[in-house]
């Protein structure tokens, strides 16, 4: 997390962007293989660049017509985001750090170099299981509700602890627009 990102308890209204992340995107449900894997990659590749990143994020969303929490999470789908304070700049930086990391067995060629901006987000510090997480987006909807705002983009998770800690903090951010 960078040092001006300072998670609320409650819901606050923010602009993000742009932030340069090293990015795989896939499907699948959290901690799936596919997933796993991309997440290994996304390390992988960052470890062979030398730059500092993290902490790792998850955008999703689903393509059903359903809420997304209703929609199996086999077909969830995903961006999962290293942020890189210190991007490459040099030409070619990605290709290198890809190639010296092949020999890991990560599936490296899937990482990309990717910018994302938001914007006007809604963010709220969930503190506890993934399972949960539904409590903290329904007081981020009526937030918004409240607000006159509307979804504007996939949701978008920041992971302030590893996946596997048993009592996970987790940001949680919905890009926003008027209604």
Same mark, same amino acid.
């Given at each position: 997390?960078?040092?001006?990102?300072?998670?609320?308890?409650?819901?606050?209204?923010?602009?993000?962007?742009?932030?340069?992340?090293?990015?795989?995107?896939? +499907?699948?449900?959290?901690?799936?293989?596919? *997933?796993?894997?991309?997440?290994? /990659?996304?390390?992988?590749?960052?470890?062979?660049?030398?730059?500092?990143?993290?902490?790792?994020?998850? =955008?999703?969303?689903?393509?059903?017509?359903? !809420? /997304?929490?209703?929609?199996?999470?086999?077909?969830?789908?995903? *961006? +999962?985001?290293? !942020?890189?304070?210190?991007?490459?700049?040099?030409?070619?930086?990605?290709?290198?750090?890809?190639? =010296?990391?092949?020999?890991?067995?990560?599936?490296?060629?899937?990482?990309?170099?990717?910018?994302?901006?938001?914007? =006007?987000?809604?963010?709220?510090?969930?503190?506890? !299981?993934?399972?949960?997480?539904?409590?903290?987006?329904?007081? +981020?909807?009526?937030?918004?509700?409240?607000?006159?705002?509307?979804?504007?983009? !996939? *949701? *978008?998770?920041?992971?302030?602890?590893?996946?596997?800690?048993?009592?996970?903090?987790?940001?949680?951010? =919905?890009?926003?627009?008027?209604?």
């Amino acid at each position: 997390m960078t040092p001006a990102m300072t998670p609320a308890t409650t819901p606050t209204i923010v602009t993000r962007g742009p932030v340069t992340c090293l990015s795989v995107t896939g +499907m699948g449900e959290p901690d799936g293989g596919e *997933h796993s894997a991309a997440v290994r /990659a996304l390390y992988t590749v960052a470890a062979a660049l030398g730059a500092g990143a993290g902490p790792l994020e998850g =955008q999703w969303w689903a393509e059903d017509d359903r !809420p /997304a929490l209703q929609v199996p999470r086999e077909q969830w789908r995903w *961006h +999962m985001l290293l !942020p890189l304070p210190d991007a490459p700049r040099q030409e070619g930086a990605l290709e290198r750090a890809r190639e =010296q990391s092949r020999p890991s067995g990560a599936a490296v060629d899937r990482v990309r170099l990717t910018v994302v901006t938001e914007g =006007q987000c809604v963010e709220l510090l969930h503190e506890g !299981p993934f399972s949960e997480e539904h409590l903290s987006l329904k007081i +981020m909807e009526e937030f918004m509700a409240e607000r006159g705002l509307t979804v504007n983009g !996939p *949701h *978008h998770e920041i992971y302030l602890t590893a996946l596997d800690d048993p009592a996970p903090r987790t940001l949680l951010r =919905q890009p926003v627009r008027p209604a």
